[in-house]
Structure formats: C-alpha cells, structure tokens
C-alpha cells in the first residue's frame, strides 16, 4: 500500500497538469474498481476546471469549481500516468512507480481523464490499477465530512505533531506503540515504512506499551519529543526524496535515488545497524500480520 510520501508525491506531479485545468472529457473503461463509480459519474466531471489539487491522509483530492470533490485512492496497485500532447519521446511520465513492482499493460488502464490547460496544451492523465483496490468517489461538501476521511486524526506534517499531542493521543494505551502509530484514527497517513523508520530514529522498540511515553517524567518527555521529531523528520526527507515506497526509475532528467536507499531498519534484516556505536544487527518480527523491521539492541 503506498504511504503518504508516495501519495504525496503523485500529487505533486499531477499538480502542474491538473489545477486551474478544464476536463474536457472522462472516460472509464468499466464500471467499477473497488467501489462502483458514483452516479453520473462522467457527466459531474465533464466540463469542471480543477480548482485544487489536495490530499489528506493517503487520499488525493480533486476540487472542481462548483462542485463536487473527488476524492481518489491509489489502493495497492493504481497509479498515474501522465501523456502530453506532443510526440518527444518524455512525453509520458508515470507517477507511483513503486518498489514493489506494478505491471502497467493497458489493459488495466481504467479510468482517462482529458484535460485542456488554461494555455489549450491537451494532455491524457491515466488511471491504471491492476489490482482495482483503487476507488474514486464523490464528495458533496468539504472532504473531511465523507466518511472514509472523517475519522482521520492528525496530519504527521507540520508543527501540530508535536511531543504533547503524542502524549494526549496514548495516554493509557497498553496496545504496543508501533502499532499505536499505525491507527489511522490517531495519526492519519503513517504507514508500516515510516512508523519503522520513526522508531528507529527514536531509539523506541516497537514492542513497548503505547502509553509507557505519554507517562509524567522527563523521561517520557524525552522519548515522546523524540518521536514526534523522529516521525515528521522521516515524513519530510522522504517527501523531499520522492518517497520510499518507489522503486529506482529514471526521471526525466536520468536522475536517481529515492527514500528507499536511506532505509536504515526496513527491509534490512540481519544488516548491522547504522546508528553511531550501536553494534547491534536488525531484526524482522511480524506485528498484526506486518513485517517490522528494527534493532533491540539501542531501540529500547
């Protein structure tokens, strides 16, 4: 599944192409993935100028002026694909090419939005999900009021994550604090990845009781600032990177590297750990079904 980085950094790439664009034309080429598409689907999109292009959490949102809200979902397998008018051979860039590997045959191109810039430049942005665990909806208000966002917790971007905001949300919790993090009603957007990598960079075991850094003490301030440092620091870098669940492709320009190469516990079992003086190696364990990855010897 991707996580908020990977989500993110589609965003940004179909930003330039999509806000302040016409959809002069939608086709969908079944009638469902995960969920069926709303009613009159089609006809609501056709002829709307996108006004914004967000995300909360691991949903993008589509604002179209005058209504509705499209809130999409990349699922384990969609991504998008985006083709310019003009025939250079970069006329086509894929977003969410992820490290798990995503086949991209045609036939699972699902969903084709035509758009037209404010400038008339045409260009195709591609739905394609093999798996069809993607979905599309509607939104008739704000998007936080449609039920799969509304339960959402806190964003782990910005300044508003903080080491108290993590004490209010644990405290009393005897649940382990990994998968605490993973709560989506708590934190929206952290996934298995990053919630790893926080930890690491915190020096927490993922095995520890939530509530145990929320307790009074300078202790358990240290250790909840830690991690709510750790936790957007993580968040940012593989932002800045282009995320961490993508697999190595050339961009445009035959640059390389994304988060993934600065993984310092996930994937990396039975690799020494990196952190200065430590000595210890990483381990894998297996947490509701999920593969955690990190060091017991200086994550405590």
């Not at 002026?65 to 990349?74: A, K, R, S, T």
């Not at 240290?222 to 995320?243: K, M, N, P, S």
Request: charged share 25%; hydrophobic share 35%; net charge positive.
């Amino acid at each position: 599944m991707p996580e908020l980085p990977e989500v993110e950094t589609v965003r940004r790439g179909l930003q330039p192409v999509l806000e302040g664009a016409r959809i002069a034309r939608v086709e969908a080429r079944r009638p469902d993935l995960r969920f069926p598409f709303p009613e009159k689907f089609l006809e609501r999109l056709t002829g709307k100028t996108i006004t914004a292009l967000g995300r909360r959490a691991k949903y993008l949102t589509m604002h179209l002026e005058g209504g509705p809200v499209l809130i999409c979902h990349l699922g384990m397998s969609g991504s998008f694909r985006i083709e310019t008018s003009n025939d250079t051979p970069n006329s086509s860039e894929m977003l969410g090419a992820f490290y798990h590997e995503r086949p991209k045959s045609a036939v699972h191109d699902h969903v084709v939005f035509h758009i037209v810039s404010p400038q008339g430049a045409r260009s195709r942005v591609t739905f394609n999900d093999p798996r069809r665990f993607g979905f599309m909806l509607f939104s008739e208000g704000a998007p936080d009021t449609h039920p799969m966002l509304a339960g959402l917790g806190v964003e782990p971007t910005g300044n508003a994550l903080d080491g108290e905001l993590l004490a209010s949300l644990l405290k009393g919790r005897k649940s382990p604090l990994k998968s605490a993090l993973l709560d989506q009603r708590l934190i929206a957007g952290l996934g298995n990845i990053y919630v790893s990598e926080a930890l690491w960079r915190a020096g927490l075991s993922p095995l520890r009781e939530a509530g145990t850094i929320a307790k009074p003490g300078k202790k358990a301030k240290q250790q909840r600032d830690a991690l709510a440092e750790a936790i957007r620091a993580v968040i940012a870098d593989a932002i800045a990177a282009g995320g961490s669940s993508l697999r190595d492709y050339v961009q445009t320009d035959g640059s390389l590297g994304y988060f993934q190469h600065s993984f310092a516990v996930y994937d990396r079992e039975g690799e020494a750990c990196s952190k200065h003086g430590c000595g210890g190696h990483i381990e894998r364990i297996v947490q509701s079904g999920r593969s955690t990855f990190y060091c017991r010897s200086c994550q405590l």
